[in-house]
Every structure is written in C-alpha cells, then in structure tokens.
C-alpha cells in the first residue's frame, strides 16, 4: 500500500486559522536564569519565539503528508511562568488546507528551542502539554452529509435510452451519493433527452424526494434540453452552485465551461441540480455541493440551522 497525501485540488481557497499551546516544565534555577537574563546562548524567549516562526515555515519539510502552503500571518508568543515556558502560535493563511499542524509544529520547535539552550544545565526538563486550541475555515465549519435526505438520479441520453450505451454518470452519482455522503437513492431513471419528459419526471418527484440529480443535456447540441426544462419547473435558481460548479471543474478541463447545468428550488424545498453527463464532472460537482445541500434545503423552508 503506498502513502500519499490528502489531494486538495478540488477544493475553495479560504481563509484558514490554528491556535495551539504547548509548555516546557523547567527547575527554579532555570526559570531564575532566564528571568535573569544569564543563560550563555541569549535570550531563551525571544530565540524560542523566531525558532517557532522557522518551524511553521518548515513544517511541510519535516512531516511527508503536509501540503506547501502560503503561510500570511503567525504569531509565536513565549511567557515565563513560575515552572517553566509556556508557548502559543496562531497561524492564519488563505488556502485549501488548514494550518493546525504549522501551529502545532510552530510551538513543538519553541519548546525544542528552550531545551537545546537549557540543556547544559536542566537534566530534568518535561515538554508536555502540546495540543491544538483552536481551528477555522474550510469544510469542518460548514460541511453536512447527505444522511436522512432522499434523492433521484435522473440520466439523460437518448443512447442510455435505447440500451445502446451503459449509464456510467448515473451509477456513478448513485456510489458517490450513498458511499460517500451516506445519502438515500429512492429513484432512479434513464430518459431521452426529450423536454417535455423531463419537465415531467421533475415535477412528479417534486417534494417527495430532497434532492434530484440530473446527468447530461447540458451542453450545446439540439437534443441538450436539460437546462431548459429544469429552468421551467423551479421556482428559484441557485445560481451560486451552478456558478461555483463551472469555477472548480475549469481546474480539470476548460470543457468544463461548457456545460449550462443549472440549479433550483422545486416546490417546497426540493433541490434540483444539473450534472455534466462525464464521470469525472458527475464526482467532482457532488462532492462540491453535498455538504450544503441540507443548508439549502433549511432556508428554501425557511429554517435555520440549530
């Protein structure tokens, strides 16, 4: 089995914040000499603040899985107590991937520094204590599964129709929905690419499933009606995912532009969101619009969020 790291390609670029703490506990005589300004490599807390500023720099070099990030704002802070140092670092960045281990990293190497300076003169020193505080930004703060929800895939192909070509796109939004986000498929059909069908099946299902899944239609030809029949039945377009859902696929294909899926609400607080008829664009717009569909649902009803 290889090891490899997290991909975070598909993901936003959002601001993204760690604060973690962590303490060396040191003898009487060590603590005195820091207060005291007398041990012979310097001054312990300020050398120990910038070693904390190298180590949240340097944390992608020493841990194989972390991501090379920008790392735009880190404040290491070093206090003597009566038993020794107590570090914090808060690390803030805008990215797509969070920044708890450059913390944590961060106030690893500000204790590590105090020891190396004290090491001549404490056999005793305990580094303990180290744990993150605090985390902001990216999916943690927003995600939701699909569990409890009911959906539909629709796939729309005249050739998955007639039996001429095996529907991967739909069975493989089924996989994801459930495998994935633990969602329930309750329905599932092919249909042509036929306008008036469409508009029929969605309005069949309208508030008795959460959410429809369509795949394919989307694109330019005389026999893509996807949008056009979908535009029809919604009462409100969710413009934001179907805008946010040709952002991340341009990131894989500049095909991706080409697609004019749309999203809406149905009826009461049905969500109906257009799928491309690939694969590959059918695993990367679930996975970006899943974990606020059960958002979206709560305001389309009116709710907010407990």
């Given at each position: 089995m290889?090891?490899?790291?997290?991909?975070?390609s598909?993901?936003?670029?959002?601001?993204?914040?760690?604060?973690?703490?962590?303490?060396?506990?040191?003898?009487?005589?060590?603590?005195?000499?820091?207060?005291?300004?007398?041990?012979?490599?310097?001054?312990?807390?300020?050398?120990s603040?910038?070693?904390?500023?190298?180590?949240?720099?340097?944390?992608?070099?020493?841990?194989?899985?972390?991501?090379?990030i920008?790392?735009d704002?880190?404040?290491?802070d070093?206090?003597?107590?009566?038993?020794?140092?107590?570090?914090?670092?808060?690390?803030?960045?805008?990215?797509r991937t969070?920044?708890?281990?450059?913390?944590?990293t961060?106030?690893?190497?500000?204790?590590?520094?105090v020891?190396?300076?004290?090491?001549?003169?404490?056999?005793?020193?305990?580094?303990?204590?180290?744990?993150?505080?605090?985390?902001?930004?990216?999916?943690s703060?927003?995600?939701?599964d699909?569990?409890?929800?009911?959906?539909?895939?629709?796939?729309?192909?005249?050739?998955?129709?007639?039996?001429?070509?095996?529907?991967r796109?739909?069975?493989?939004?089924?996989?994801?929905?459930?495998?994935?986000?633990?969602?329930?498929?309750?329905?599932?059909?092919?249909?042509?690419?036929d306008?008036?069908?469409?508009?029929?099946?969605?309005?069949?299902?309208?508030d008795?499933?959460d959410?429809?899944?369509t795949?394919g239609?989307?694109?330019?030809?005389?026999?893509d009606?996807?949008?056009?029949?979908?535009?029809?039945?919604?009462?409100?377009?969710?413009?934001?995912?179907?805008?946010?859902?040709?952002?991340?696929?341009?990131?894989?294909?500049?095909?991706?532009?080409?697609?004019?899926?749309?999203?809406?609400?149905?009826?009461?607080?049905?969500?109906?969101?257009n799928?491309?008829?690939?694969?590959?664009?059918?695993?990367?717009?679930?996975?970006?619009?899943?974990?606020?569909?059960?958002?979206?649902?709560?305001?389309?009803?009116?709710?907010?969020?407990h």
């Amino acid at each position: 089995m290889g090891f490899k790291p997290v991909d975070v390609s598909g993901k936003f670029e959002t601001i993204r914040t760690a604060k973690a703490e962590g303490k060396i506990y040191l003898s009487p005589e060590s603590v005195k000499m820091i207060k005291e300004g007398k041990v012979p490599k310097g001054d312990v807390l300020l050398a120990s603040q910038m070693a904390g500023l190298l180590g949240t720099k340097r944390t992608a070099d020493i841990l194989p899985f972390c991501h090379n990030i920008m790392i735009d704002h880190v404040v290491v802070d070093t206090q003597l107590q009566e038993d020794g140092v107590y570090v914090t670092a808060e690390v803030k960045c805008v990215g797509r991937t969070g920044v708890e281990m450059e913390a944590l990293t961060a106030v690893s190497a500000a204790l590590l520094n105090v020891y190396d300076m004290l090491k001549a003169f404490d056999k005793n020193m305990v580094i303990s204590d180290i744990k993150l505080l605090s985390k902001r930004g990216g999916k943690s703060d927003w995600a939701e599964d699909l569990e409890g929800l009911k959906c539909a895939v629709i796939t729309l192909s005249d050739t998955c129709y007639r039996g001429e070509a095996e529907d991967r796109s739909g069975k493989t939004a089924i996989d994801i929905i459930q495998n994935e986000f633990g969602g329930e498929v309750v329905h599932y059909k092919v249909l042509p690419d036929d306008k008036d069908m469409i508009v029929q099946e969605l309005k069949n299902l309208t508030d008795k499933v959460d959410v429809i899944f369509t795949t394919g239609g989307t694109g330019f030809s005389k026999r893509d009606v996807t949008p056009e029949a979908t535009k029809e039945v919604i009462r409100k377009e969710m413009i934001g995912f179907s805008e946010a859902m040709r952002i991340v696929g341009i990131k894989f294909t500049p095909k991706s532009l080409l697609s004019r899926g749309v999203c809406g609400i149905l009826g009461d607080a049905t969500v109906v969101v257009n799928l491309p008829g690939s694969t590959g664009g059918v695993k990367d717009n679930i996975r970006l619009v899943a974990p606020l569909l059960k958002h979206a649902i709560r305001m389309a009803k009116g709710e907010k969020k407990h």
